[in-house]
């Protein structure tokens, strides 16, 4: 006689308390004020006087066992045995004695870790699967992060940005990297090609037809198998049918190009937030270090260093000074294909006499 | 003998600069011996190899799970193979991912994360992701023999799978009041209440698509909640902020009067502040919008009032099908301090949810539901009141019939006579 399998047992989401570092538990909701002695290092006081340091350190998300037992080491060291991440991977270590907080900051270096990543400072890139682990994925996406944030490594270290900055990327158009003060997604260039003697087999027709946002696809037979075609003049090259029919392929190692996107901003602090905007199409998707694309971003981050006032996002430096001066301060530039043509589109044409000379 | 190691220049070029590199823990897995997984991170680096080279991605889905539960893996095959059809890296041909909930906040004892190191180390690849864009701890790289018994030894530790497909998601809530001043919620307990009501629409996947719960304490909404949750609940105060003059006075004498006209005062997007000639602040909290920005900068003379609450907002995501959206405000606050009050947000959640299943499309999110149905069909499907902050302006075209005006406007009077 068989034995019955074992059943889940359905615990969702774990009580956080038994897990977190005693005294963020001691003082849970009863926090005054916070300060920030230095980049990377937040100071929280409690309303009973109680304090507490936390240390901010880079990770590169993607871990093997032996980096995560590192960071417990250091922990167990440290931080009486706790930590808790961001969610932009970073580690976060808290002491709740002052007088440890620079040597956790020298282990956490001496380890490799760069401690950071807070105010004013390009944090962590938020980070897709890419070809590590994605079925649908246009390039990498550790990669990626791992290549810009080594450029951009003095900033994750330092609070000099005028306001903090969120970089994003997304290893397709489906943008699971989310808004970003700067985005770097894939853009594909061409429509799919179809595989049309796997379609019939692989692929729901109907709802696939029902996917594409430009009502471009509709049921063929090919070579006398049922199919699906594309209407390429209709075809926005987006993706979407990829997923639902992997017959019909979208990424391409040459036409599937990389565009970047800024003025994204989630806070409510200030404006209401904001989705990020084009600025820049074309870009090769050239691993394993997309010198390309971290050119117009450095680019992008000098400008706005330079120019925006203190506390300003990049979105709001921008609705500031104007998009013609944004795209002269980056010499970037201006293509028909910034001015959006989709429904909703006019609300984002000038209609007024406002323009800077 | 050990399997060598495939050659990767590319990757290898991943290993220098100052940041921390995945391509050295990949290595240090692939070349850790007599470990189970190291044959696995050998061809899973040969696998990622070619993909630089080619500039392809050769993974596809499959169907591999857990007993009992309909989603939660992410299983992942190589589509690598050569002309005989055999993988060309057969020891990481299967190569699957287990989305695991972690705590709400994503808090950790050492303990508790070494043991999970532990169960990964026998039956993954030893590799993982703290965390995935939804929230989940991903466990990448199992085979599918090894996925059953790594979940059960996950489960035992009191930990749970999370979402995948058409279902209710992991949810995410910031730090939240555990160490955060500018908290207005107990996110752990309204992320727990929301995620843990729905684990069958998460753990047996049959929504029309996708449904995400996210949580942020104050509405710098560190979670990124309104973009990309289908619910974003956001903590706020209904109150006057909290002014202490005398570290107001400190701040100016601090940092100059320029830089708090400059930096606070004229920050104000409603032209809510004044700086007092004696150094102290003016608020008119009438028409402070919450947005946080003079609260961030003086975080010790400034605070959120003490009448906390929620605002939910419904129907956030990203491009596609229809563009981007993002959440609309449908409870412009709810009190969220008794059990009775956390039984109202469940009874909300599960209003949504149950509209959700019943009206979407096949692949819609609620949000593009919402706009192919106009929010007021919404709206009297879940049985809510409208509410003038859930616009930003009235409608802007005539093109709308207004037969029954009166009776409109008499609901109006009723409602705000009843209070």
């Given at each position: 006689m068989s034995t019955a399998p074992r059943m889940p047992?359905?615990?969702?989401?774990?009580?956080p308390f038994p897990y977190m570092h005693p005294t963020l538990k001691n003082n849970f909701g009863a926090w005054s004020y916070h300060d920030r002695p230095r980049p990377g290092v937040l100071h929280h006081v409690a309303k009973n006087g109680d304090q507490v340091w936390t240390v901010r350190a880079g990770t590169q998300?993607?871990?093997d066992v032996y980096t995560i037992r590192k960071l417990c080491d250091i922990a167990d060291e440290f931080a009486e045995g706790f930590v808790r991440f961001t969610i932009r991977s970073n580690i976060e270590y808290m002491v709740?004695?002052?007088?440890k907080v620079q040597p956790l900051i020298d282990k956490l270096q001496g380890e490799g870790f760069p401690v950071g990543g807070t105010g004013n400072s390009i944090s962590m890139i938020s980070h897709t699967q890419g070809?590590?682990?994605?079925?649908?994925?246009?390039t990498d996406a550790s990669g990626v992060v791992k290549a810009l944030m080594d450029e951009l490594y003095e900033d994750f270290i330092k609070e000099e940005m005028p306001n903090r900055v969120r970089i994003t990327t997304s290893?397709?158009?489906?943008?699971?990297g989310g808004q970003g003060d700067i985005a770097i997604n894939i853009q594909h260039t061409k429509p799919p090609k179809i595989n049309h003697d796997l379609v019939a087999n692989v692929c729901e027709r109907p709802s696939v037809v029902a996917r594409c946002p430009v009502a471009a696809i509709r049921p063929a037979m090919v070579n006398g198998k049922p199919s699906l075609e594309v209407d390429e003049k209709k075809?926005?090259?987006?993706?979407?049918?990829?997923?639902?029919?992997?017959?019909?392929?979208?990424?391409?190692?040459?036409?599937s190009k990389l565009a970047i996107w800024i003025g994204?901003?989630?806070?409510?602090?200030?404006?209401k937030p904001t989705f990020h905007k084009l600025v820049?199409?074309?870009i090769p998707n050239n691993p394993p270090r997309w010198p390309e694309a971290s050119e117009v971003v450095k680019k992008i981050l000098g400008a706005y260093k330079e120019n925006a006032k203190d506390w300003e996002r990049m979105g709001e430096w921008v609705e500031r000074i104007g998009w013609p001066r944004f795209f002269e301060l980056t010499g970037l530039p201006f293509t028909k294909y910034h001015i959006d043509n989709w429904r909703g589109g006019r609300v984002n044409l000038n209609a007024s006499a406002h323009i800077r000379f | 003998m050990a399997k060598k190691m495939h050659d990767t220049p590319m990757l290898d070029q991943?290993?220098?600069?100052?940041w921390p590199s995945f391509v050295t823990g990949l290595k240090r897995l692939a070349n850790?011996?007599?470990?189970?997984y190291a044959d696995m991170m050998k061809d899973l680096l040969g696998q990622l190899e070619t993909s630089y080279q080619t500039r392809k991605g050769y993974w596809k889905g499959g169907t591999v799970g857990v007993i009992?539960?309909?989603?939660?893996v992410i299983p992942r095959f190589t589509e690598l193979v050569n002309e005989n059809k055999e993988p060309k890296f057969p020891e990481a041909a299967e190569f699957h991912t287990l989305r695991i909930m972690p705590p709400a906040g994503m808090h950790y004892d050492t303990a508790t994360l070494r043991k999970m190191c532990d169960v990964w180390e026998t039956y993954g690849s030893g590799l993982v992701a703290f965390?995935?864009?939804?929230?989940d701890i991903m466990f990448q790289g199992c085979t599918t023999d090894n996925v059953q018994k790594a979940f059960d030894e996950f489960n035992e530790m009191g930990f749970d799978l999370g979402g995948a497909g058409p279902a209710v998601r992991t949810g995410m809530s910031c730090v939240g009041a555990a160490r955060c001043?500018?908290?207005?919620?107990n996110e752990q307990r309204i992320h727990r209440t929301l995620v843990n009501k729905f684990l069958d629409d998460m753990h047996r996947p049959a929504l029309p698509y996708k449904f995400k719960f996210k949580v942020s304490g104050?509405?710098?909404d560190c979670m990124n909640a309104i973009q990309r949750a289908d619910m974003a609940v956001i903590g706020t105060w209904r109150d006057d902020m909290k002014v202490d003059q005398a570290e107001v006075k400190n701040f100016v004498a601090g940092k100059g009067r320029k830089y708090v006209i400059d930096n606070v005062i004229t920050r104000c997007p409603t032209g809510a502040l004044s700086l007092n000639d004696d150094d102290t602040l003016a608020v008119e909290n009438k028409n402070c919008?919450?947005?946080?920005h003079c609260i961030n900068v003086m975080t010790k003379a400034l605070s959120p009032g003490d009448d906390h609450g929620v605002t939910i907002l419904v129907g956030g995501k990203r491009t596609l099908k229809i563009g981007d959206l993002m959440g609309t405000v449908i409870v412009p606050f709810m009190k969220l301090d008794s059990d009775d009050d956390f039984e109202q947000l469940e009874e909300f959640a599960g209003n949504v949810i149950d509209f959700f299943a019943e009206?979407?499309?096949?692949?819609?999110r609620t949000g593009e539901m919402i706009e192919r149905i106009g929010l007021m069909n919404f709206l009297e499907g879940i049985g809510i009141e409208i509410d003038?902050?859930?616009?930003?302006?009235?409608?802007?075209?005539?093109?709308?019939?207004?037969?029954d005006w009166d009776d409109e406007a008499q609901k109006w009077e009723e409602r705000k006579a009843a209070g």
């Amino acid at each position: 006689m068989s034995t019955a399998p074992r059943m889940p047992i359905e615990s969702g989401v774990p009580d956080p308390f038994p897990y977190m570092h005693p005294t963020l538990k001691n003082n849970f909701g009863a926090w005054s004020y916070h300060d920030r002695p230095r980049p990377g290092v937040l100071h929280h006081v409690a309303k009973n006087g109680d304090q507490v340091w936390t240390v901010r350190a880079g990770t590169q998300r993607q871990m093997d066992v032996y980096t995560i037992r590192k960071l417990c080491d250091i922990a167990d060291e440290f931080a009486e045995g706790f930590v808790r991440f961001t969610i932009r991977s970073n580690i976060e270590y808290m002491v709740t004695d002052e007088s440890k907080v620079q040597p956790l900051i020298d282990k956490l270096q001496g380890e490799g870790f760069p401690v950071g990543g807070t105010g004013n400072s390009i944090s962590m890139i938020s980070h897709t699967q890419g070809w590590l682990h994605c079925d649908i994925p246009g390039t990498d996406a550790s990669g990626v992060v791992k290549a810009l944030m080594d450029e951009l490594y003095e900033d994750f270290i330092k609070e000099e940005m005028p306001n903090r900055v969120r970089i994003t990327t997304s290893c397709c158009q489906i943008n699971c990297g989310g808004q970003g003060d700067i985005a770097i997604n894939i853009q594909h260039t061409k429509p799919p090609k179809i595989n049309h003697d796997l379609v019939a087999n692989v692929c729901e027709r109907p709802s696939v037809v029902a996917r594409c946002p430009v009502a471009a696809i509709r049921p063929a037979m090919v070579n006398g198998k049922p199919s699906l075609e594309v209407d390429e003049k209709k075809c926005v090259c987006c993706g979407a049918c990829f997923p639902p029919c992997p017959p019909m392929q979208i990424n391409d190692p040459e036409h599937s190009k990389l565009a970047i996107w800024i003025g994204g901003k989630n806070s409510n602090a200030r404006s209401k937030p904001t989705f990020h905007k084009l600025v820049a199409a074309g870009i090769p998707n050239n691993p394993p270090r997309w010198p390309e694309a971290s050119e117009v971003v450095k680019k992008i981050l000098g400008a706005y260093k330079e120019n925006a006032k203190d506390w300003e996002r990049m979105g709001e430096w921008v609705e500031r000074i104007g998009w013609p001066r944004f795209f002269e301060l980056t010499g970037l530039p201006f293509t028909k294909y910034h001015i959006d043509n989709w429904r909703g589109g006019r609300v984002n044409l000038n209609a007024s006499a406002h323009i800077r000379f | 003998m050990a399997k060598k190691m495939h050659d990767t220049p590319m990757l290898d070029q991943l290993e220098s600069g100052p940041w921390p590199s995945f391509v050295t823990g990949l290595k240090r897995l692939a070349n850790d011996e007599g470990k189970p997984y190291a044959d696995m991170m050998k061809d899973l680096l040969g696998q990622l190899e070619t993909s630089y080279q080619t500039r392809k991605g050769y993974w596809k889905g499959g169907t591999v799970g857990v007993i009992g539960y309909g989603g939660g893996v992410i299983p992942r095959f190589t589509e690598l193979v050569n002309e005989n059809k055999e993988p060309k890296f057969p020891e990481a041909a299967e190569f699957h991912t287990l989305r695991i909930m972690p705590p709400a906040g994503m808090h950790y004892d050492t303990a508790t994360l070494r043991k999970m190191c532990d169960v990964w180390e026998t039956y993954g690849s030893g590799l993982v992701a703290f965390h995935g864009q939804s929230g989940d701890i991903m466990f990448q790289g199992c085979t599918t023999d090894n996925v059953q018994k790594a979940f059960d030894e996950f489960n035992e530790m009191g930990f749970d799978l999370g979402g995948a497909g058409p279902a209710v998601r992991t949810g995410m809530s910031c730090v939240g009041a555990a160490r955060c001043e500018h908290s207005c919620a107990n996110e752990q307990r309204i992320h727990r209440t929301l995620v843990n009501k729905f684990l069958d629409d998460m753990h047996r996947p049959a929504l029309p698509y996708k449904f995400k719960f996210k949580v942020s304490g104050c509405p710098n909404d560190c979670m990124n909640a309104i973009q990309r949750a289908d619910m974003a609940v956001i903590g706020t105060w209904r109150d006057d902020m909290k002014v202490d003059q005398a570290e107001v006075k400190n701040f100016v004498a601090g940092k100059g009067r320029k830089y708090v006209i400059d930096n606070v005062i004229t920050r104000c997007p409603t032209g809510a502040l004044s700086l007092n000639d004696d150094d102290t602040l003016a608020v008119e909290n009438k028409n402070c919008v919450r947005c946080m920005h003079c609260i961030n900068v003086m975080t010790k003379a400034l605070s959120p009032g003490d009448d906390h609450g929620v605002t939910i907002l419904v129907g956030g995501k990203r491009t596609l099908k229809i563009g981007d959206l993002m959440g609309t405000v449908i409870v412009p606050f709810m009190k969220l301090d008794s059990d009775d009050d956390f039984e109202q947000l469940e009874e909300f959640a599960g209003n949504v949810i149950d509209f959700f299943a019943e009206n979407a499309l096949e692949h819609e999110r609620t949000g593009e539901m919402i706009e192919r149905i106009g929010l007021m069909n919404f709206l009297e499907g879940i049985g809510i009141e409208i509410d003038p902050n859930m616009i930003t302006s009235p409608r802007m075209n005539p093109y709308i019939r207004t037969d029954d005006w009166d009776d409109e406007a008499q609901k109006w009077e009723e409602r705000k006579a009843a209070g």
